[in-house]
């Protein structure tokens, strides 16, 4: 089932994510505007809108978020193959993503630390070439 919901959800997104699903939704709300006055802007009128709004953005945001899980997932694992591949790289950062919140937090501060002794190296280049 796990295969199927995922080529379904990819299929979807894909789908509404066009320039002509757009103009088909905004053309389906222009429609329901200008039908306002033959149903006198009744309550009834309004709750399809509403109701109908309400349904697509309820079940849009289980197929984004399936479709961006399934993605973030993929990027991950080729990230982690490009770190594993390369002599250099630390293993460390290969799924890196299940890391807690203090083991990032110490990457991050060493990041800081070399972006700030890049920043000072290259302040002191462009220093020395002023003169």
């Given at each position: 089932?796990?295969?199927?919901?995922?080529?379904?959800?990819?299929?979807?997104?894909?789908?509404?994510?066009?320039?002509?699903?757009?103009?088909?939704?905004?053309?389906?709300?222009v429609v329901w505007?200008?039908t306002g006055p033959?149903?006198?802007?009744?309550?009834?009128?309004?709750?399809?809108?509403?109701?109908?709004?309400?349904?697509?953005?309820?079940?849009?945001?289980?197929?984004?978020?399936?479709?961006?899980?399934?993605?973030?997932?993929?990027?991950?694992?080729?990230?982690?193959?490009?770190?594993?591949?390369?002599?250099?790289?630390?293993?460390?950062?290969?799924?890196?993503?299940?890391?807690?919140?203090?083991?990032?937090?110490?990457?991050?501060?060493?990041?800081?630390?070399?972006?700030?002794?890049?920043?000072?190296?290259?302040?002191?280049?462009?220093?020395?070439?002023?003169?």
């Open positions: 089932m796990n295969g199927r919901f995922a080529r379904f959800a990819l299929a979807i997104s894909e789908v509404v994510g066009t320039p002509r699903a757009f103009l088909l939704a905004l053309a389906l709300v505007g200008v033959l149903f006198h802007f009744s309550d009834s009128w309004q709750l399809v809108i509403n109701t109908g709004t309400t349904v697509v953005t309820f079940l849009m945001v289980f197929l984004i978020q399936a479709t961006q899980n399934r993605e973030t997932r993929a990027l991950h694992l080729k990230l982690d193959e490009l770190i594993r591949s390369q002599r250099k790289a630390r293993n460390i950062f290969t799924d890196l993503e299940h890391a807690t919140d203090d083991e990032l937090a110490e990457l991050e501060a060493e990041f800081r630390k070399v972006r700030a002794r890049a920043e000072a190296r290259q302040a002191a280049k462009s220093a020395g070439n002023t003169h």
